[in-house]
């Protein structure tokens, strides 16, 4: 299993891959001039990545992208870039399109903070400041754990601090920004005022390492100017560390160590002061955060274990093996030859079964005529009872027998039955179960359409208001497969013979290793 990371910047773009480990395992940077046709651009670039470093591209489970702007809290929409205006704005969901695996946008500054945290120089701290400093300046916050946006959304935002009154023009449309003194862009304008046209910042460094006294002064009064408002940021948060990434973050004689001397000196203190030191992860830091970031609501995943894969000729310590891993759900497939080609588990049986576990059922009735399923079933409130849209006539009717019950009532479709069928009973059901082979048999392999199966019924259930609807997937839930249909928006898998049940493993540690993928 891997994850996709990508950080775009004024000038170039970082495209990493991430192990389930979060290693790194490879990455490229890619100058784009042109950025009308970006997300076609990545793609390319991502499958090319892919083939240089014999990478599967259906184990990519999810991409997150790191964006100079501010992004919904969703991680959706980007809802203003000062500084590349021409990003689109509906960026995460274009890039979804091209790689058919999730796509989450994250500000570059947060991602940088929330890489450190994780993988890097803020690992165990409690508080974490990451300031990006580049083209821009931006500014992400980590406290507790949490990624801290502000009630507004607009949290960290120091590049666009007034420092100078009716000073240049700012991409965010006011005047006198921190970061057109002392950010990249900024000290490109100071190179062009100071030493020319056509001249950008990299010159003035290089200008004051030959000993250009203006140009050394000009860097000084940028560092404090930064300096000042770092200080009042540190004064008033108190933060554990002060970290610093982005492409000026490498200037350290002229630039970054003269800031961190700043910082210290200034800072108010009662003997401690925040660690202060570079990103460990240096230019990486935005692109480690994007690929890690947290997924917004993101539900606990569910297990159902199918007994049909289980020793049929020891049911009893089956159960007890379910009960010590730790799933939620037995599951009960109950079919009559007529609607699958197959016979198996009769009612009579799994009411027997009752006997000797006290965890819930999850019948999944793959019959014609389920009424007559359901009325022989010993039903107690926690269990899921899962009726074919394709079974019945009168799915309603069904339906409400199984609430009647005292149960949870469930749809389930075959793949080949289009998610949009289920409008008129989504009011009537608490779940959904997407078949991801055709029922009636156990080690089938996935259908491959059946993620972005699973993905547009999650669009649709949330578009609706209906995110309380959990969807459970059945077939070939393998090591492989389930990190891919979690990612696409499924909460509860029907485990077997291609997970816990496998031969060279425990249920326990078959479990184990599956949840821990899902992490």
Same mark, same amino acid.
């Given at each position: 299993?891997?994850?996709?990371?990508?950080?775009?910047?004024?000038?170039?773009?970082?495209?990493?891959?991430?192990?389930?480990?979060?290693?790194?395992?490879?990455?490229?940077?890619?100058?784009?001039?042109?950025?009308?046709?970006?997300?076609?651009?990545?793609?390319?670039?991502?499958?090319?990545?892919?083939?240089?470093?014999?990478?599967?591209?259906?184990?990519?489970?999810?991409?997150?992208?790191?964006?100079?702007?501010?992004?919904?809290?969703?991680?959706?929409?980007?809802?203003?870039?000062?500084?590349?205006?021409?990003?689109?704005?509906?960026?995460?969901?274009?890039?979804?399109?091209?790689?058919?695996?999730?796509?989450?946008?994250?500000?570059?500054?947060?991602?940088?903070?929330?890489?450190?945290?994780?993988?890097?120089?803020?690992?165990?701290?409690?508080?974490?400041?990451?300031?990006?400093? +580049?083209?821009? &300046?931006?500014?992400?916050?980590? @406290?507790?754990?949490?990624?801290? =946006?502000? $009630? *507004?959304?607009? #949290?960290?935002?120091?590049?666009?601090?007034?420092?100078?009154?009716?000073?240049?023009?700012?991409?965010?449309?006011?005047?006198?920004?921190?970061?057109?003194?002392?950010?990249?862009? +900024?000290?490109? &304008?100071?190179?062009?005022?100071? @030493?020319?046209?056509?001249?950008? =910042?990299? $010159? *003035?460094?290089? #200008?004051?390492?030959?000993?250009?006294?203006?140009?050394?002064?000009?860097?000084?009064?940028?560092?404090?100017?930064?300096?000042?408002?770092?200080?009042?940021?540190?004064?008033?948060?108190?933060?554990?560390?002060?970290?610093?990434?982005?492409?000026?973050?490498?200037?350290?004689?002229?630039? *970054?160590?003269?800031?961190?001397?700043?910082?210290?000196?200034?800072?108010?203190?009662?003997?401690?002061?925040?660690?202060?030191?570079?990103?460990?992860?240096?230019?990486?830091?935005?692109?480690?955060?994007?690929?890690?970031?947290?997924?917004?609501?993101?539900?606990?995943?569910?297990?159902?274990?199918?007994?049909?894969?289980?020793?049929?000729?020891?049911?009893?310590?089956?159960?007890?093996?379910?009960?010590?891993?730790?799933?939620?759900?037995?599951?009960?497939?109950?079919?009559?030859?007529?609607?699958?080609?197959?016979?198996?588990?009769?009612?009579?049986?799994?009411?027997?079964?009752?006997?000797?576990?006290?965890?819930?059922?999850?019948?999944?009735?793959?019959?014609?005529?389920?009424?007559?399923?359901?009325?022989?079933?010993?039903?107690?409130?926690?269990?899921?009872?899962?009726?074919?849209?394709?079974?019945?006539?009168?799915?309603?009717?069904?339906?409400?027998?199984?609430?009647?019950?005292?149960?949870?009532?469930?749809?389930?479709?075959?793949?080949?039955?289009?998610?949009?069928?289920?409008?008129?009973?989504?009011?009537?059901?608490?779940?959904?179960?997407?078949?991801?082979?055709?029922?009636?048999?156990?080690?089938?392999?996935?259908?491959?359409?059946?993620?972005?199966?699973?993905?547009?019924?999650?669009?649709?259930?949330?578009?609706?208001?209906?995110?309380?609807?959990?969807?459970?997937?059945d077939g070939n839930c393998s090591f492989e497969n389930v990190p891919r249909m979690y990612e696409a928006g499924a909460d509860m898998f029907v485990v077997g013979s291609s997970s816990v049940f496998q031969k060279e493993y425990s249920v326990s540690r078959g479990t184990e290793k599956l949840l821990a993928l899902l992490h």
């Open positions: 299993m891997f994850r996709l990371g990508i950080d775009i910047g004024g000038t170039k773009i970082h495209i990493g891959i991430l192990d389930a480990e979060k290693n790194m395992v490879c990455h490229k940077k890619v100058y784009v001039r042109d950025m009308r046709n970006l997300p076609e651009d990545l793609r390319r670039e991502i499958e090319l990545l892919c083939r240089e470093n014999d990478i599967c591209y259906q184990d990519i489970v999810s991409c997150g992208i790191g964006v100079p702007g501010t992004v919904s809290r969703d991680g959706r929409s980007l809802l203003h870039a000062p500084n590349i205006a021409i990003l689109p704005q509906n960026m995460a969901e274009r890039m979804e399109g091209l790689l058919e695996i999730p796509v989450s946008l994250i500000q570059d500054s947060r991602a940088a903070a929330w890489g450190e945290y994780l993988c890097g120089a803020g690992q165990e701290m409690k508080s974490v400041i990451c300031f990006t400093l +580049g083209t821009g &300046i931006g500014t992400g916050i980590v @406290l507790n754990g949490q990624i801290y =946006a502000g $009630d *507004l959304g607009c #949290a960290g935002e120091i590049g666009h601090t007034p420092v100078k009154e009716n000073g240049r023009s700012c991409g965010c449309g006011k005047r006198g920004c921190l970061e057109k003194y002392a950010a990249g862009g +900024g000290l490109a &304008i100071t190179a062009r005022e100071l @030493l020319g046209k056509g001249k950008t =910042a990299e $010159d *003035l460094f290089e #200008a004051a390492q030959a000993g250009n006294e203006k140009a050394q002064t000009e860097i000084q009064r940028a560092v404090e100017i930064l300096g000042s408002v770092l200080v009042s940021v540190v004064n008033f948060i108190s933060p554990e560390c002060l970290l610093f990434s982005g492409g000026l973050s490498g200037q350290e004689k002229l630039y *970054l160590n003269p800031l961190i001397d700043y910082i210290r000196t200034h800072c108010y203190s009662i003997g401690q002061i925040p660690k202060i030191a570079r990103a460990r992860l240096g230019e990486f830091s935005p692109l480690y955060g994007a690929a890690l970031v947290p997924k917004e609501e993101k539900r606990k995943p569910q297990l159902s274990a199918s007994i049909m894969c289980a020793d049929l000729c020891d049911l009893k310590k089956a159960l007890e093996e379910i009960e010590k891993a730790g799933i939620q759900y037995v599951h009960c497939d109950i079919m009559d030859n007529h609607f699958v080609p197959n016979l198996m588990l009769p009612p009579e049986m799994l009411n027997r079964l009752r006997e000797i576990t006290d965890l819930p059922f999850d019948f999944h009735i793959m019959a014609e005529n389920p009424d007559t399923v359901i009325e022989q079933l010993k039903l107690q409130e926690k269990d899921i009872v899962s009726i074919h849209y394709e079974s019945t006539p009168h799915l309603q009717r069904v339906l409400a027998l199984v609430k009647e019950r005292g149960a949870k009532a469930a749809v389930a479709i075959n793949p080949a039955t289009p998610v949009e069928a289920l409008g008129e009973v989504l009011e009537d059901v608490s779940m959904v179960l997407v078949m991801t082979v055709n029922p009636g048999f156990a080690g089938q392999k996935m259908i491959p359409a059946s993620i972005d199966k699973i993905r547009r019924l999650r669009k649709m259930l949330d578009g609706a208001g209906q995110n309380d609807i959990a969807i459970e997937v």
